[in-house]
């Protein structure tokens, strides 16, 4: 189910990714998206197949971003790109019918020209400035957010500076749930901390 709790790894915190990603898991999240802008695709093949074999027992969902190829070598479920990493229709020939494929909408303008590539879901944001992507657009706050949800007939994931205490606004925005970077990556207890994001969309 696509909602709630999504976690992007983050390749420069203090704790490996794959530290990263077993403690979001551990602590409910439905999805772990593999996010690397420097690593190699050798290396980032060899990351994504540990990473799915360690989290298949949990059930959670295994994207990655950007890299086509790479979802496409080691079999992930899904792949996430932007809105410069291709044609989203030529993007979901390459990976075929069954993997999910997630795309960034940065403006309600992207959102009003989504293309017909049979879109798992978008991510909206950046909600606020966040430290996480350097090069981020302008944050299009709870407002863009609440507009893009009605241009779009998938489900939505809210992104950017979001952490506890936001899941309210969120989903009265309308969002299906939010993924989150630092919140987890950085905080002192990854796994409790993304529990309690979880335990805080839940009660909504």
Known sequence: MIGRVCFVTDATAP??????????????????QLRDK????????ALGVALMADLAPLGVTVFVNDRVEVARAIGA???????????????????????????SVETVAHAQALPDCDLAYIGAGPIRATASKADHA?????????????????????????????????????????AVVSAISRASDPTAA???LVDEWSQL
């Open 194 to 196: 993304t529990r309690a």
């Open 77 to 103: 479920h899904g792949l996430h790109i932007g809105q410069s990493d291709g044609d989203p229709r030529s993007v979901r020939r390459r990976i075929g019918p069954d993997m999910l494929l997630g795309l």
């Open 15 to 32: 704790i490996s990714v794959m530290d990263q990603a077993r403690a979001a898991a551990a602590g409910g999240a439905w999805a772990v």
């Open 138 to 178: 302008a944050p299009i706050g709870l407002s863009g957010l609440a507009e893009i949800v009605t241009d779009v007939s998938c489900p939505v994931l809210a992104i950017g500076g979001l952490g506890l205490g936001d899941a309210a606004d969120v989903h009265r925005a309308g969002a299906a749930g939010l």
């Open 38 to 45: 420097f690593a190699s695709d050798a290396n980032l093949c």
